[in-house]
C-alpha cells in the first residue's frame, strides 16, 4: 500500500482493509473477496498508521530523516537524497541514481565527452542550417569545484523560427546550484551575443530548462551572420566558463572564485 497525507484507510462489507490509493486501482473493488467497495473508513487503521513513525525510504542513500507515518510520502517526493534521472536529452533515458553513477552512465552508455576545467570553446558546424529537429546537438559534462556540471547545446523551433540554444545545468540540488554561476558567449564579424546566469539543477528536466528559454538563444539569421561565408553553413563557437560565489564574511558581499 501507499499512502498520502491524511489518505483515509477503507474496508469493504467483509472487513478486508486497504488504502484509498489502492482503492482506486483496484476500481473500487476489494482484491481479496472482490465485492464492490463501499465508503467505509477503517478508522482503527487509521489511527494506528497515525501512531507509526517510520524512516526515508532513501535511507539507504543517505538520509537520516524519520517521519510520522501521513508525512512520509510527502518528504520523500522533495527529500534531497531521492535519485536524480539521466540528465541525457538524446533519447527518453529512463535511468535513475546519484551523481557518481550518473556520470559513469553518460560516460559509457551515451559516450558523452567528460572534461576537467572551468572554461570550455565549442565549434558546431552544421551543413544545413535550415534542418531544424528538437534534438540535442551536444551534451558535454565538466567536472570543477569538486562538481558536475551538463552542458547542452541544441536546435528547436521557437514558434516558426528556428533557434540555437545552449545552456548549462548543475548535477546536484537547486540550494547546491545557485552557488555557481556561468556565461556563454558566441560572436564573429565584431559583435557577440553574451548570456549570464546560473545554471539549473537536473532536478528540473530538460525540457523544462529548454522551454523556459534560461540559456543563451540564438537566432538563425544571426548564427549564420555569425558563421561568416556565404552563410548556407552553420559554424558556431560558443565560448563560456563557470565560476563559484564565495561570501566575503568582511564586506558582507559576493566575490567570484575562478577556476584556474
Same mark, same amino acid.
Given at each position: 500500500m501507499?499512502f498520502?497525507?491524511?489518505?483515509p484507510? #477503507?474496508q469493504c462489507?467483509?472487513g478486508?482493509t ?7 486501482r483496484?476500481h ?7 465485492q464492490?467497495? %463501499? ?7 487509521e489511527?494506528v498508521?497515525?501512531s507509526?513513525?517510520l ?8 538520509c =537520516?530523516?524519520? #517521519?510520522p507515518y501521513?508525512s ?9 537524497f531521492r ?5 541525457y536529452?538524446?533519447?527518453?533515458? /529512463?535511468?535513475?541514481?546519484?551523481? =557518481?553513477f550518473l556520470v /559513469?552512465?553518460?560516460?559509457?552508455? +551515451?559516450k ?5 576545467g572551468c ?9 544545413? =542550417?535550415?534542418e531544424?529537429?528538437?534534438a ?6 565538466? +567536472?570543477?569545484?569538486g ?6 547545446f541544441e536546435?528547436f523551433? !521557437? ?6 540554444m ?8 537547486e540550494n547546491?546550484?545557485r552557488?555557481?554561476?556561468y556565461? !556563454?558567449?558566441? %560572436?564573429a564579424n565584431?559583435?557577440k551575443?553574451t548570456?549570464?546566469?546560473? =545554471?539549473?539543477?537536473?532536478r528540473?528536466?530538460h525540457r523544462?530548462?529548454r522551454?523556459?528559454?534560461?540559456g543563451l538563444i540564438?537566432?538563425?539569421n544571426?548564427a549564420?551572420f #555569425?558563421? %561568416?561565408g ?6 558556431l563557437?560558443?565560448?563560456g566558463r563557470i ?5 566575503n ?5 559576493c566575490?567570484?572564485?575562478?577556476c584556474?
Amino acid at each position: 500500500m501507499q499512502f498520502t497525507d491524511s489518505v483515509p484507510f #477503507f474496508q469493504c462489507h467483509n472487513g478486508h482493509t486497504l488504502c484509498s490509493t489502492c482503492k482506486t486501482r483496484v476500481h473500487n473493488r476489494c482484491p481479496t473477496c472482490r465485492q464492490e467497495l %463501499g465508503d467505509i473508513r477503517c478508522l482503527a487503521l487509521e489511527k494506528v498508521a497515525e501512531s507509526l513513525e517510520l524512516p526515508c525510504k532513501y535511507y539507504s542513500l543517505g538520509c =537520516p530523516e524519520i #517521519f510520522p507515518y501521513y508525512s512520509k510520502l510527502k518528504h520523500e517526493s522533495q527529500c534531497n537524497f531521492r535519485p536524480y534521472s539521466c540528465p541525457y536529452a538524446g533519447s527518453e533515458c /529512463a535511468v535513475v541514481g546519484d551523481i =557518481p553513477f550518473l556520470v /559513469a552512465h553518460l560516460r559509457d552508455d +551515451h559516450k558523452v565527452d567528460m572534461h576537467t576545467g572551468c572554461t570550455f570553446n565549442h565549434r558546431y558546424v552544421k551543413a544545413n =542550417p535550415r534542418e531544424v529537429e528538437n534534438a540535442t546537438w551536444m551534451l558535454t559534462v565538466f +567536472h570543477c569545484f569538486g562538481q558536475y556540471f551538463c552542458l547542452h547545446f541544441e536546435a528547436f523551433q !521557437l514558434g516558426m523560427a528556428p533557434v540555437y540554444m545552449a545552456f548549462l545545468r548543475f548535477m546536484g540540488d537547486e540550494n547546491e546550484a545557485r552557488s555557481y554561476s556561468y556565461s !556563454l558567449e558566441v %560572436g564573429a564579424n565584431g559583435r557577440k551575443l553574451t548570456w549570464e546566469g546560473t =545554471p539549473r539543477s537536473i532536478r528540473d528536466s530538460h525540457r523544462k530548462v529548454r522551454d523556459s528559454h534560461d540559456g543563451l538563444i540564438i537566432q538563425r539569421n544571426m548564427a549564420l551572420f #555569425f558563421s %561568416g561565408g556565404d552563410r548556407k553553413e552553420l559554424k558556431l563557437r560558443v565560448t563560456g566558463r563557470i565560476w563559484k560565489e564565495q561570501q566575503n564574511s568582511e564586506a558582507g558581499v559576493c566575490i567570484p572564485n575562478l577556476c584556474s
